[in-house]
């Protein structure tokens, strides 16, 4: 493809805000201090790589990643990230040109970062 | 789940910080930040499907196994009565804990007894039933079985308080008895208000009532399907057979090979509608509720709504390892996938 033989094109997603837990008396416990973002994506033949960035003030640690309502494979350098810290999490996944992918990076307390690739290339 | 990809998507493109396709970048760009490069690399997860797959969560960490549950039948402290009936006793505490669901990521659960689901209580049609609840938990809860049963007994908010039943606050017991009827397989679940929310957490069980009579000999299997919202968007995002997701990936369910096996089937997932079971390589008869001792279907895929429960009997004429999961096929990629193993 040529992404691969460019090597590093990013197909820019949307860096999406943490959903929230609502107030309600059975929430609760499930959430970590501040923020987790992705800032970029860089796609290459059966794999998606995520760049994402500890803004908050707390160890963070993505436990799982959900793609298209699935989980799936992934690996990284270091799955805890100090404040301030960013990380490369990549996907193993057989992405296909031209469609859209929804990504969420599931933490150890299931909070979960939102990513969304519109259009894969 | 059903509303999974239009709100998720929709929350998504309001949060957006950024706006989507057509943007590039390369790593490295001065925008960027640092990448860390560190080799080995870390193995983050590993599903079945995925040929790295070996991942699972230890029992220990929880106090219960979701293998151990399949066969795990409580019938309680027995005592003949005077009358030739027999008394069954347990007692059930609610509580707060912490367990893991899909490995590597904690959920605040409320628990009967320590476990999710709670204890399968089981007993024969006529006997009598005493179940002592203790809330220990951080709530206001209750018990609520399906059945037969005079209201006072029923475990609802604001029926029964004049007893000392109804709504149970924290720190308070009662003590709940009925007769065990009709034979079938029931639940049990707190039904405090908001009432998704505490089942959702996890404050739900099995309730098995057996013919006078029995049922034909069977290696009998509890499946609870239930399903997790760790980040509480009102979205399920872990699906599972007794809460911990693909566990029977790679703790596949033993049986032998034509021996009758009956599975008791529970649907308790809240937040979606339906959920389903099918079995590969088989097809198996359906006792809707297990109140009649008559097959009314014989299917390979049975569809449940919330709180439905079935009984399912098939036999493997053939070793090997065969595939059970939810034909929502999202539920299954999302942990609710599972194997059975015949043997000899």
Known sequence: MKVAAVGLVAVAGAVAGLTLALAAPWRGGGAQGGDMSVTQSTLRPGSIALVVKNGSDAVARVAQVILNDAFVDFRASHLALAPGAAETITVSYPWIRGEAYEIELMTSTGRTVGYEIDEAA | ????????????????????????????????????????????????????????????????????????????????????????????????????????????????????????????????????????????????????????????????????????????????????????????????????????????????????????????????????????????????????????MYAPVRVKRNELVRVYLVNIVELDPINSFHVHGNFFHRFPVGTSLTSTEYIDTVIQGQGQRDVLELRFPYTGKYMFHAHKSEFAALGWMGFFEVVE
């Open chain 2, 1 to 248: 789940m059903l509303r999974r990809s239009f709100t998720r998507r929709r929350a998504l493109t309001a949060a957006a910080a950024v706006v989507g396709a057509g943007v590039t970048a390369r790593l490295g760009d001065a925008a960027a930040p640092p990448v860390h490069q560190h080799d080995p690399l870390t193995q983050g997860s590993s599903h079945s499907g995925f040929p790295e797959g070996n991942a699972t969560v230890d029992p220990k960490v929880n106090g219960f196994d979701p293998t151990v549950i399949l066969r795990d039948f409580d019938w309680g402290k027995t005592r003949r009565l005077a009358d030739g009936r027999t008394l069954r006793e347990w007692e059930l505490v609610a509580s707060d804990k912490e367990i893991e669901i899909v490995p590597g990521v904690k959920y605040s659960a409320w628990t009967y007894n320590g476990r999710v689901p709670g204890p399968t209580l089981r007993a024969r049609e006529g006997d009598l039933l005493r179940i002592h609840f203790i809330n220990a938990g951080t709530h206001p809860h209750t018990i609520h079985f399906h059945g037969i049963h005079p209201a006072a007994m029923d475990g609802t908010p604001g029926v029964g308080e004049d007893v000392g039943g109804g709504l149970i606050q924290v720190g308070e017991e009662f003590t709940y008895e009925f007769d065990a009827r009709p034979f079938g397989l029931h639940l049990y679940h707190c039904h405090a208000s908001p009432l998704a929310g505490h089942i959702a957490k996890g404050l739900y069980g099995a309730f098995v009532v057996d013919p006078i009579k029995g049922r034909p000999a069977a290696d009998e299997l509890m499946m609870v399907q239930n399903a997790f919202d760790p980040n509480f968007d009102g979205d399920n995002e872990v699906y599972a057979v007794n809460t911990v997701a693909f566990h029977f």
